[in-house]
């Protein structure tokens, strides 16, 4: 889950989501079959939307899907931080402004990524539609990035963006 981090700095992060995630009673303790307890992560997603109302999502490499720019909280970060950090990072663009739209959890934000971790995110989603930079890919994580018509969003969503861009789209 933590590959290129050391043992004890994972292993600090993993016990941290852990208290989150039992504290406000958002993970489900233990996987089904499994000795491990779930994985709990707080996200930040960015609902990116341009001059002409259209929505910028990113083919994502792991899963081939189009998804919201977004990631994960890292110690000492505030959900606003991680959504400006991470529209920096996969788009080269700059907030300068977030609102935020919803927080999600729950069973239906339970996700298997390829590489077999198995998490229940809750993801805090914003909006921006002020942002400076040029578009630019993260070609480790991005294979493309792309401004959506609402009317004409790819079918293939990435699963923990399919009911935050539902929602965007049904509330406009």
């Given at each position: 889950m933590f590959k290129g981090i050391p043992?004890?700095?994972?292993?600090?992060?993993?016990?941290?989501?852990?208290?989150?995630?039992?504290?406000y009673g958002l993970c489900n303790g233990f996987k089904k079959n499994s000795w491990k307890p779930s994985s709990c992560y707080s996200l930040a997603s960015v609902i990116v939307l341009d001059k002409n109302n259209r929505l910028l999502l990113q083919l994502r490499m792991d899963n081939n899907c189009w998804a919201l720019a977004g990631g994960s909280l890292e110690p000492g970060e505030t959900l606003e931080e991680v959504a400006k950090r991470e529209l920096f990072e996969e788009t080269g663009l700059t907030a300068n402004?977030?609102?935020?739209?919803?927080?999600?959890s729950g069973e239906e934000f339970y996700y298997k990524y390829p590489h077999g971790d198995e998490v229940y995110n809750v993801i805090t989603?914003?909006?921006?539609?002020?942002?400076?930079?040029?578009i630019t890919m993260d070609s480790e994580e991005v294979k493309d990035l792309r401004f959506f018509h609402v009317h004409a969003i790819p079918s293939n969503i990435s699963p923990p963006d399919r009911r935050v861009i539902k929602d965007f789209i049904n509330s406009i």
């Open positions: 043992f004890y700095v994972a292993n600090k992060v993993r016990k941290v989501l852990y208290i989150i995630g039992d504290y402004d977030l609102q935020l739209f919803n927080i999600y989603a914003y909006i921006c539609t002020k942002y400076d930079g040029e």
